[in-house]
């Protein structure tokens, strides 16, 4: 079992990936289990199904009571109703300040969760039990939310977790898709960080799919970039902005296609590719690397090609509602090189142009 500590100047909380993760119920995390009067795991339906015996086991081995409610599968769970039946169900179970709650699910069960615990009763604890390859960054850092119909992520708050425990043979029964997804945001994870890293994955004809052996050392190095930039800026006045590459366009092509049609880490794969072109211009990123980006994301089964039919304005719409606009400008996160990005403000038109560009490129490389 591999570990690391998140610190931030409020807490600490460990991280921990390995295949006997849970066993740590019944020692590390025993005591702030028992000293809770309540425990209630969140668990998204689609892992539940698949998994949910293995906490629950892990669970009733350590002694630990303990109560369920399964939430919709995936995004769905994201809504302010789910956000309230779920405290109506925390309150009817007599949970109180001294409960606590565990996560089972990928990021959008962990981000609800994060948010009925960091409100409830003011705020209670939480665990972290991710199932899917991308809550390796969504599990870490302490940012929660749900969805309004005008948008994601627009009502949350800052609630770090007491620990978070993950159990890699969970990814096996994730759909290809979700893997996609999960490994865009570990390849983001290098390029802002590592130029070798980076490198690596971009000669690895297999990515996005790793073998059990590899995978953990993998997740634990892009955690452990996400856990260096939470501790040196928890709430992101400054370079926790840099974990955002890609996803000022990423988010609006997510939103544009309707959340779920391309996933989270697809459009961000995207966004990452136009950030590389804008860094053409205003960083030191040569054309040859974003061609060789692009086709590399193609290859990997990224659709880069599903944004040929799609007009900017739509796009902009959606980024003018992102939370990363200032001032009438985009804000977006560029490099000057793989492992040195900086964030610049961009004009509309700018963006515009930029935008067509890439679409010749997308059409020109694959
Ligand atoms: N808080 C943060 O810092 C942060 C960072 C990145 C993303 N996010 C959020 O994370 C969410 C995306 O997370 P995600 O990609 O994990 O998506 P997800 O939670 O929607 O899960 C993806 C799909 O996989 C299914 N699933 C989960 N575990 C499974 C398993 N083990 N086997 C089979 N199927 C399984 C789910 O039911 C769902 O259909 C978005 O809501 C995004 O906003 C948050
Ligand atoms: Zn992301």
Not at 117 to 141: E, K, N, W
Not at 162 to 169: E, K
Request: hydrophobic share 40%; aromatic share 12%; with cysteine.
């Amino acid at each position: 079992m591999e570990q690391l500590t998140v610190k931030t100047k409020s807490t600490s909380y460990g991280v921990h990936i390995g295949e006997k993760v849970y066993d740590l119920f019944a020692t590390e995390y025993k005591d702030l289990l028992d000293n809770a009067d309540k425990v209630g795991i969140f668990a998204d339906a689609a892992a539940a199904s698949y998994h949910l015996g293995k906490l629950e086991q892990a669970l009733k081995k350590a002694a630990i009571p303990f109560e369920v409610h399964v939430l919709p599968a995936g995004e769905d769970c994201k809504t302010a109703d789910n956000f309230f039946s779920c405290h109506s169900f925390l309150l009817q179970k007599n949970f109180t300040r001294q409960s606590i709650l565990l996560a089972f699910g990928g990021g959008a069960c962990g981000d609800l969760t994060g948010f009925v615990a960091a409100t409830y009763m003011r705020g209670i604890p939480f665990l972290q039990c991710p199932t899917t390859i991308l809550a390796h960054d969504s599990a870490v850092g302490g940012k929660t939310a749900i969805n309004m119909p005008e948008g994601k992520n627009m009502v949350g708050s800052f609630h770090q977790p007491a620990g978070v425990l993950f159990q890699p043979d969970l990814f096996t029964t994730l759909p290809k898709r979700e893997v996609r997804s999960g490994m865009a945001e570990l390849i983001k994870h290098a390029i802002i960080s590592d130029a070798d890293w980076t490198e690596s994955l971009l000669l690895n004809s297999d990515f996005p799919y790793f073998s059990a052996e590899e995978l953990p050392a993998e997740l634990l190095r892009g955690i452990r970039v996400k856990a260096d930039i939470v501790a040196q800026d928890e709430f992101e006045h400054g370079n926790r902005k840099f974990l955002n590459f890609g996803h000022t366009l990423g988010h609006a092509v997510e939103a544009y296609f309707g959340f779920g049609k391309v996933s989270h880490g697809e459009s961000v794969m995207i966004g990452m590719a136009y950030a590389f072109l804008m860094s053409e211009a205003y960083g030191g990123i040569t054309k040859e690397f974003t061609n060789r980006f692009i086709r590399f994301a193609n290859h990997a089964g990224y659709p880069m090609r599903a944004i040929l039919d799609v007009e900017f304005k739509p796009l902009l719409e959606f980024m003018r509602k992102d939370k990363k606009v200032s001032s009438g400008d985009l804000v977006f996160v560029l490099l000057h090189s793989l492992g040195n990005p900086f964030t610049e403000k961009v004009s509309e038109i700018q963006c515009e142009q930029s935008y067509h560009d890439f679409v010749s490129r997308i059409k020109e490389e694959v």
